[in-house]
């Protein structure tokens, strides 16, 4: 028996095909069937669940490609099951596993381990990327082929920068051999140093060692320089300077295998919100001044920056309630991904197709997944959205095992409804 599900009258945004229109979305044994405004007087099949969608939004499923796991290693911290409801309560249907585990992931049997554990405990789809370098040294480079083959979508060191650019360049040559991804992060550690926020004024202020903008462009121009003379698949993971958009602004002009993410954090908050020492706002890329904020909000808008991510990152207790130097970075960021961009929503800075575009459709085609769309004949992951719902983050509300998130007591508007993977609701705001 095929499970038929209808929704009425909804506000249908999909950016894969440019639509935003009032109409009907129908889903027959986790396909999409019908979608628009022109499938509002097709009826519904028989013995289909109807819903009146009243004007609330349905979107593509979100697809996040930085998050970090615990699993294997530190499960007190996050499991992919919980990620995996983490995941559903904000929307995500799609995310990408960072190697930085214990192990790291840089085997073959690493990469069946995450695929294994996700397909019988996980509600969302769960894609696990591999290490560029192994045990994340920056040396030796890992088995790119065999790696690839087993699942692993993209090569990333996570939180670490390859500082020999030999190895780099090595691995980006494999990279663009075996039609792979590298996802990079850029921060110069020297320059980085034991700094724990962005220097300036106010981190003079507060007493604490700063990290300077030049120590994630410095970095970046490199590797631009790399991906240059390599022709791989080359992804800047999360960038927070308004210099970084410009370095990626100038190789765009060149390079078509160049894509950019910046972290949902860096868009909607800013070195203000630390005060007095708030180390659930000690994050990695630290938050910087106003003037990036607005900064990446500008790359964003004219497609400089490809896609937002979470950079979800849990943490224990007994890491975050430390003095703010000795506290790890990091912040979950699953769950108030969507109700986080939406501000930038509400306060005009971005249309809402453009935002469902950096948050699915775009990171869809920089991974090359089938995700990210609400094209007839696809999967249907999908989700419901209440745009204008005011509501306040408690921790209480989080399904992550861990709590450290620098919206605790945020007012946010816009929320979400309902998730959906393949037809089947993950996901009810309602129970």
Not at 32 to 59: M, R, S, T
Not at 249 to 274: C, F, H, P, Y
Not at 293 to 302: H, K, N, P, S
């Amino acid at each position: 028996m095929k499970r038929s599900l209808v929704y009425k009258n909804a506000r249908i945004v999909d950016p894969s095909c440019n639509k935003d229109e009032i109409g009907t979305l129908i889903v027959v044994d986790g396909v999409i069937k019908a979608c628009g405004e022109n499938a509002q007087n097709q009826g519904a099949p028989d013995g289909a669940e109807v819903f009146d969608a009243q004007g609330k939004a349905i979107l593509p499923g979100l697809v996040d490609a930085r998050v970090y796991v615990g699993e294997p290693g530190n499960e007190h911290r996050e499991t992919i099951r919980s990620a995996s409801r983490s995941a559903a309560a904000g929307g995500v249907t799609s995310f990408v596993m960072m190697p930085d585990t214990h192990p790291v992931i840089d085997d073959v049997a690493l990469v069946e381990f995450v695929k294994q554990t996700a397909r019988e405990n996980a509600s969302v789809h769960v894609y696990p990327s591999a290490a560029i370098t192994k045990q994340l040294e920056g040396q030796e480079m890992t088995e790119f082929g065999l790696l690839k083959e087993s699942g692993a979508i993209a090569f990333t060191d996570g939180h670490k920068t390859v500082e020999n650019s030999l190895v780099l360049r090595r691995a980006m040559t494999y990279a663009h051999d075996f039609d792979a991804l590298i996802i990079h992060e850029t921060q110069d550690k020297w320059l980085t140093g034991a700094g724990v926020m962005n220097e300036g004024l106010l981190s003079s202020w507060l007493g604490l060692a700063g990290i300077p903008k030049e120590a994630e462009v410095i970095p970046l121009e490199r590797d631009l320089r790399l991906a240059a003379l390599t022709g791989c698949r080359y992804h800047a993971a999360e960038l927070s300077t308004g210099m970084s958009a410009e370095a990626i602004r100038r190789a765009k002009q060149n390079l078509d295998n160049v894509t950019a993410g910046v972290s949902i954090n860096n868009l909607t908050l800013n070195e203000n919100d630390i005060g007095e020492y708030r180390t659930f706002f000690r994050l990695s890329p630290p938050l910087r001044s106003e003037e990036d904020r607005l900064a990446m909000i500008e790359a964003v808008r004219d497609g400089t920056i490809d896609i937002i991510v979470s950079s979800h990152d849990p943490q224990g207790a007994d890491t975050k309630r430390l003095p703010f130097e000795d506290a790890e970075a990091g912040a979950v960021g699953m769950e108030t991904l969507l109700a986080a961009a939406l501000r930038l929503y509400h306060d005009q800075s971005l249309p809402l197709g453009k935002i469902a575009a950096l948050l699915s459709t775009n990171p869809a085609k920089v991974l090359q997944i089938d995700a990210g769309t609400l094209q007839l004949g696809k999967m249907a992951d999908f989700i419901l959205v209440d745009l204008d719902e005011p509501w306040v983050l408690t921790l209480d509300m989080l399904h992550s095992r861990s709590k450290n998130t620098p919206f605790e007591n945020a007012r946010f508007q816009g929320h979400v409804l309902k998730t959906y993977v393949a037809g089947k609701c993950v996901y009810d705001y309602q129970n």
